[in-house]
Structure formats: C-alpha cells, structure tokens
C-alpha cells in the first residue's frame, strides 16, 4: 500500500486538531526558566541576554543557541544530560489555570458531537522538557526542538530547533497524518485536499505572540481558526494580531471551563459539526 493509499484510508471526516504552543500559550513563562537556569546558578535575564548577544555576535539562530548554551552549562555545573533529566525540570513547569482539566473537558465535549479531538504541541521550546510535565500524555504529537544522545544516553547536539518559520511545516505534517520529524518523502506526495487526514478547516491554533504569527495566519488563512492568548500584561500584543488580522479570536490565558477560551473554542466545534452534517447531508440528497 502506497502512503497517499494509506492516508486516503485513516481519513477520518470528523477529526479535529488543536495544535498549541507551548511557552506563554499553556505555560506563563520559558519553560527553563522554571528550574533548569535556577539549577546552573543564572537569573532569566542573564540567561536570555547571553543568548541574544551569541546569537547576534555570530547572526546565528536563536532556537540554536539556547540549545548551545543549555549543554554548556549544564557540563559546566555538573549537571545531567540525559533525556531523564531534562524531562524531571519539565515536572516543575507551571501552567496556566485550566490546562490540566482542559483537555478531558473538550474531549468530553467533542465526543458529545461525535468529533475526534486530537492534540498536538508545536513549540520552540525543549520536548525532553515538555514530555515531563503532567499533560504530556494528552498529546498525539509533540514537535519542539530535541537533542542528540551519544550511546552513554547523553546529550551532544541539537537533533531539531524549531523557529517562528520552521513551525509551519508541522501543520503541513499534521495535515497529510506524518509524524516523523525527520521524514522528507511522505510530506512532498501529492495527497488531494478532501482525503487528507486532518483538513486546515478543521484546525484550530492556539498561540502567543510574534513567533507564532506564521502559524496562526496559514490556518486561518485555509478555513481554521487561529487563537491569541495573552496574559493581562501581554493583551495589547493579542489585540494587534486581530487588528492586523493575523488570528480570528483573542483570549485570556485561563482554560476553565466556562471561560472564554472554553467558550470560543466549543462555539467553533459546534461550527465544524454543522458544516460536517451539512455536506454529509448533500452527499446522502
């Protein structure tokens, strides 16, 4: 069986994906911010400036760089490489309020309207980290930026940094059903628009700010629907993003129920549901 056979078969029409950010989108801050720099003895701003000035002395990638110096100095204050290690900082992350109980409340509900809802993470931030926090379960996928181990299990080298621009590409793999970062075959196959897996009318995009801007205008510029959360210090950023018409909503970083993110969020499934039953309804007239 050929891939486009393969993908033309798991079309499912009632799957739905809510694809995220992960830092400032269901987190308050940089996720080594929480542990992982208090742990190499730096404050957030050392560490962040050094990083831009490394990035900008030798006009190198940022994503690149932060990677660079985690290595660094984590060999340096004797502190553990190994995937287990990055993976207990990720247990200090904080999230915002309603992220633990969100995801079993709009699975509930998608299931109430006979829709698949499937989750996935795009993020510049670390997946070691990520796989370590209490949610990391609820998701289909997670695409962040990851290292390479040597065979004692240590980390080397950035194995995938993921930019403002390099995220689209996830939304193309999660599009055609590819989970493999590393596959450049199946991406590029000739897959029709109605028998791929996840359509873009059926994504919805949760994001911050700036870096997430070129995900959050593709789906939205393909039928989905693009989300700017935003803290009370950060609202005047969302509120751009809607103004310029990059996102199709602006909300608040609380993912209660009852809240508006909940709110906006079950509005677009009931949306998706009616104009599934609708062209199943012209399909059977």
């Known amino acids: 069986m050929t891939y486009k056979q393969y993908a033309m078969k798991k079309v499912t029409k009632n799957t ?11 987190s308050p801050h940089n996720m080594q911010e929480f542990s992982f720099i208090k742990a190499i003895g730096k404050n957030k701003e050392e560490f962040w400036t050094k990083n831009q000035k490394l990035s900008e002395d030798n006009d190198a990638n940022g994503i690149l760089c932060y990677m660079y ?5 984590a060999q ?5 490489l190994r995937r287990e290690s990055f993976q207990r900082f990720g247990k200090d992350i904080e999230l915002f309020n309603g992220v633990k109980e ?5 699975n509930a509900y998608g299931r109430d309207k006979e829709l698949d809802i499937k989750h996935y993470i795009i993020s510049s931030g670390l997946k070691e980290m990520i796989e370590g926090t209490d949610i990391a379960k609820e998701f ?3 695409y962040a930026c990851s290292f390479l181990y040597n065979v004692d299990g240590i980390a080397y080298w950035p194995a995938v940094a993921v930019d403002y621009t390099a995220k689209t590409q996830f939304l193309f793999k999660i599009n055609k059903g590819i989970k ?11 897959i029709p628009e109605d028998k791929r897996p996840i359509p873009f009318q059926h994504m919805i995009y949760f994001g911050d700010g700036e870096t997430d801007i070129p995900c959050m ?3 939205k510029e393909n039928g989905g629907n693009s989300i700017a959360v935003y803290r009370r210090t950060k609202k005047a ?5 809607i103004n310029e018409n990059r996102v199709n909503f602006v909300c608040p970083a609380d993912y209660s129920q009852d809240k508006e993110i909940y709110n906006v969020v079950t509005t677009i499934l009931d949306k998706i549901k009616s104009e599934i039953d609708y062209d199943s309804l012209k399909r059977n007239a």
Request: zero cysteines.
């Open 237 to 241: 950023i969302a509120e751009k993003l």
């Open 16 to 26: 739905i994906a809510l694809i995220y950010d992960f830092d400032g989108t269901l």
């Open 217 to 219: 205008k593709m789906v």
């Open 180 to 190: 493999e970062v590393s596959d450049t075959i199946k991406i590029n196959e000739y």
């Open 69 to 73: 110096l985690m290595i660094k100095a």
């Open 102 to 106: 969100w995801f079993e409340l709009i």
């Open 140 to 142: 289909e996928n997670i």
């Open 76 to 80: 340096e204050n004797n502190i553990s």
